[in-house]
C-alpha cells in the first residue's frame, strides 16, 4: 500500500472510531463494545490460577472494552492496566469510564501509535492486541511490532491477539464492491504463517478463525464489513 492510500485507509477508520465513540456508550447493547471478547478474558484468568497481580497492556483500547473489564477483574490487587490508543476520543473515554467504573486507581490510558509503542522489556504478564496489527502499516511493521511485544513479556505472560483478515467491503444499498479502506490486508492464510513464525517457541493456545460481517458508516453509503476474524493466544514459555 503506498503512503497517500494509506492515509487515506488511516483517516477513514479515524474518522469511523472516532463517530462510534461519540455516538455510542461502552457496553452498550447491540453495539460490537457491548460486551469484551471471552477469549481475552478467558486467557486473563488462565493467568490469574498461578498470578494474582498482574501488568496488563491492552493496544488499540478504544474507549475500553476489555480495559475496563480486566480492570474490574484486577481491582482488589496492586495490579496495572495500561490501555494504549491513537485517537484522542478513545483515550478520553477511557478515562471517563475507569472513573465511571472506579477502576481509575489501575488503569492508566496512554495516546500512542501501536505502530511506534515503546514496550518496556520483560514488563507485562499480559497484552491484548484487538483489532489493531492490521492497521499497522506493513508486513514488516506488523512483525516489528510483534518482536517489541515479545520483549516486553515476562515468563509465561501470555498474548492475545485478534485481527481482521480477508477484508472486503460493499454498498449496502447497491451491493458494489469496493476497495477496502484498511492499513494491512492480509488473507487469513499469510496471517496465520506470519503469527506463527513470529511465536516459534511460544505455546499456542488457542487459534480459529470467522467470518464476521459488520455494517458500518465509514464512507459516503453505508457499507458491510465482511472479514475473517483471526483470534489467536500465546503463551511464552
Given amino acids: 500500500m503506498g503512503k497517500q492510500q494509506f492515509e487515506a485507509a488511516r483517516q477513514a477508520e479515524a474518522g469511523y472510531h472516532s463517530n462510534f465513540y461519540k455516538n455510542n456508550e461502552l457496553f452498550e447493547d447491540g453495539t460490537w463494545m457491548s460486551r469484551p471478547m471471552p477469549l481475552v478474558m478467558e486467557m486473563l484468568e488462565r493467568l490469574l490460577v498461578h498470578k494474582k497481580e498482574l501488568c496488563v497492556l491492552d493496544l488499540g483500547c478504544g474507549v475500553g472494552r476489555h480495559t475496563i473489564p480486566i480492570a474490574q477483574r484486577l481491582t482488589e490487587t496492586k495490579s496495572q492496566v495500561i490501555g494504549v490508543d491513537l485517537l484522542d476520543e478513545a483515550v ?30 520483560n514488563a507485562f504478564d499480559f497484552i491484548a492486541a484487538c483489532s489493531c496489527l492490521e492497521h499497522t502499516s506493513s508486513k514488516k511493521a506488523l512483525l516489528e511490532t510483534v518482536e517489541r511485544l515479545k520483549a516486553g513479556t515476562r515468563l509465561g505472560g501470555i498474548h492475545c491477539i485478534t485481527m481482521s483478515t480477508s477484508v472486503e467491503e460493499k454498498e449496502i444499498q447497491t451491493g458494489r464492491q469496493i476497495e477496502p479502506l484498511i492499513e494491512l490486508n492480509l488473507s487469513t492464510s499469510e496471517a496465520i504463517t506470519l503469527l506463527e513464525q513470529a511465536y516459534k517457541g511460544w505455546n499456542i493456545l488457542f487459534q480459529e478463525h470467522v467470518t464476521q460481517t459488520i455494517q458500518e458508516e465509514k464512507y459516503d453509503e453505508p457499507t458491510e464489513f465482511r472479514c475473517e476474524l483471526l483470534r489467536f493466544a500465546v503463551q511464552k514459555d
Fill in 92 to 121: 478520553n473515554g477511557l478515562n471517563k469510564y475507569a472513573k465511571q467504573y472506579e477502576v481509575n486507581h489501575i488503569v492508566r490510558a496512554e495516546k500512542a501509535d501501536v505502530e511506534h509503542y515503546q514496550v518496556q522489556p
